[in-house]
């Protein structure tokens, strides 16, 4: 996979790329072998730059509010889904789009709260959600899209840093990382947040407890 991944990264194939680092990085996980996890962060962080950059060079940002402004053919560019879509229905665009090597870059806003501020969310095994300033005149830039995506990984990192207790095992926070990876696929620092807990569980001791993790209260997720 990460021959095939390397190849891709190559010809400038940054979703097969990206695609195939995930896949690895999933089989390496089943395996224990962090050792390896930590290795393929590097070439996948590379792989979603490329994919996130393509889709910004892209003037275009597509809001979507209802099932007919997603245009039959979607291109590589930049996606905001708004209400009365929900951040699962941005997951299921984004994973349909990757499947058919489409470099979607997508980001839902949930509705305006009473302060004027857009919660925007990212879906994965966890939900992560942040409230940030909306652009001006609602309309958004690749500039908000890109500073928008970036805060979401930055809370991304703080809730998987915040979730373990303190003798938690080491092999858990990366799984609080994974958990949290579909929220933010193309964030930078979230990646290398999740190489260096690969790192910190390499040879780390196991622990025969389950890990249990709270439950998600979050009427709007799913």
Not at 156 to 177: C, G, H, M, R
Request: proline share 8%; charged share 25%; with cysteine.
């Amino acid at each position: 996979m990460m021959e095939a991944a390397s190849v891709a990264l190559a010809n400038s194939s940054y979703l097969d790329a990206a695609m195939s680092c995930r896949d690895a990085l999933m089989l390496a996980r089943n395996a224990n072998d962090f050792a390896s996890m930590a290795r393929i962060c590097l070439p996948m962080l590379e792989a979603q730059r490329g994919v996130r950059l393509n889709a910004l060079e892209t003037p275009t940002i597509i809001t979507a509010t209802n099932s007919t402004d997603i245009p039959a053919d979607p291109q590589s560019c930049c996606y905001l889904f708004a209400p009365n879509f929900v951040g699962a229905d941005a997951k299921r665009f984004r994973a349909a789009a990757n499947d058919a090597g489409i470099g979607a870059f997508v980001l839902t806003r949930e509705p305006t709260t009473s302060k004027g501020r857009w919660p925007i969310v990212g879906v994965a095994d966890r939900v992560v959600r942040i409230q940030i300033d909306p652009p001006p005149n609602n309309r958004p830039t690749p500039e908000w899209f890109a500073s928008a995506a970036e805060a979401l990984g930055d809370q991304a990192i703080l809730d998987a840093q915040n979730t373990a207790a303190p003798d938690d095992p080491k092999q858990w926070i990366v799984d609080d990382f994974l958990d949290r990876l579909d929220a933010c696929p193309e964030h930078e620092k979230f990646i290398k947040a999740l190489a260096d807990a690969c790192h910190d569980a390499i040879n780390a001791p196991s622990t025969p407890r389950k890990r249990r993790r709270g439950i998600i209260d979050d009427p709007y997720s799913f």
